[in-house]
């Protein structure tokens, strides 16, 4: 099978949307009247971002889906996408399923895929997303202002113990890896609460790398700080809640260490001001989506955590790095 047969049988669609799709040599697409396109792209590396064993199909929706979230955290309603796809070689056993979970997920989304390259290389694959927000209405990083609250959709810290699983420094029973590979492998982007948050949320971003980190670029952004109660953050982490797994096991510590440093979490942190707490609430609901409000916006720069008693906690948290 040549290039452009492997292009026409996995990534060739019609499309209903965009003015032009795939086949010349630029799409075309219409963001419509009052409209700005916002646009995003996520690369996904063999060995990197994901191990040579995982499921293609779940690999086809992982790598949309990191894309979908960055519209989301803008509060842009998904387009289009493009896909860049290096290949070792043809493999048909795994292009048919991994197409399928990437098309799945854009029907989904009535995301539309409108070109790409494909080339022969190191397995990568590198999407660019296409969406659309009226004009001075998308969700930056750098609105957050001192009263405002802090909420966290979903949970956190998840995919990390999978990947923790995966690396042989923890164990889980079956049940618990289960929901938390499953968490890593095919996360949910919130594209319905990013599009439901426009004109409430005064920033937000999407923790791919770890709360700490992610939540500290909106703070430096907006020049703010902020306190979260540790006590609520530690109960983001779904796998620790459940019966089949005692606490017990794990400290209250390593759980937090989860929470604010997993990533891989693709859930929406964002801040709004306390006078929209049940606008807050509605949007959720709306996009069924859980949140939970974990702290507020300071003044003074940088991120606390305090213990339940009001005390402090001296522990520090990373964020992920490509390159320390
Ligand atoms: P060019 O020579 O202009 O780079 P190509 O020959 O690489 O064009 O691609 C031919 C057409 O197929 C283009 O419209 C391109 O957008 C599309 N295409 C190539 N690779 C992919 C892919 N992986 N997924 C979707 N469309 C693709
Ligand atoms: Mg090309």
């Known amino acids: ?31 419509g009247p ?10 996904l590396v063999e060995g990197r971002h994901f191990l040579s064993t995982v499921d293609p199909a779940a690999l086809g929706h992982k790598a949309l889906a990191v894309n979908l979230s960055d519209l989301a955290a803008c509060g842009a309603a998904p387009m ?35 070109g790409g390259d494909t080339t022969r290389g190191p397995l990568t694959i590198s999407i660019t997303v296409f969406g659309e927000v009226p004009r001075g209405a998308a969700l930056l990083r750098s609105g957050a202002r001192s009263g405002d609250e802090i909420y966290v959709s979903g949970t956190l810290g998840d995919a990390r113990l999978a990947l923790e699983v995966f690396r042989g420094t923890l164990s889980l029973p079956a049940e618990i890896f289960a929901q938390a590979r499953a968490r890593m492998e ?14 409430i949320a005064t920033a937000a971003i999407d923790v791919s790398d770890g709360l700490a980190g992610d939540l500290g ?17 530690v109960t983001l982490l779904a796998g620790a809640a459940q019966p089949a797994w005692q606490a017990g096991s794990f400290s209250q510590q390593q759980r937090l260490a989860y929470v ?5 979490d693709y859930e929406l942190a964002f801040t709004a001001p306390a006078s929209l707490r ?7 609901q709306q996009a069924h989506t859980p949140v939970t409000r974990i702290g507020c916006v300071e003044t003074e720069p940088g991120l606390r955590l305090f213990d339940s008693a009001g005390q402090l906690l001296a522990q520090g948290f990373a964020s992920f790095d490509h390159f320390s």
């Open 1 to 31: 099978m040549g290039e452009f047969d492997l292009i026409a049988r996995y990534f060739s669609r019609p499309t209903a949307r965009a003015a032009l799709g795939g086949g010349d040599d630029c799409a075309l697409l219409e963001a």
């Open 34 to 43: 009052g409209m700005q396109l916002a646009v995003s792209t996520d690369m």
């Open 80 to 114: 289009a996408f493009t896909l860049a796809l290096a290949l070792p070689r043809v493999d048909e056993a795994w292009l048919a399923p991994f197409s399928r979970g990437l098309l799945a997920l854009a029907d989904a989304h009535g995301c539309e895929l409108v």
């Open 186 to 199: 095919r996360p949910t982007p919130r594209v319905a609460l990013g599009q439901a948050l426009r004109g």
């Open 217 to 233: 670029h909106v703070l430096k952004a907006s020049g703010v700080g902020a306190r979260i109660s540790a006590q609520t953050a």
């Open 260 to 264: 604010m440093s997993g990533g891989d």
């Open 278 to 284: 049940d606008a807050v609430l509605k949007a959720a």
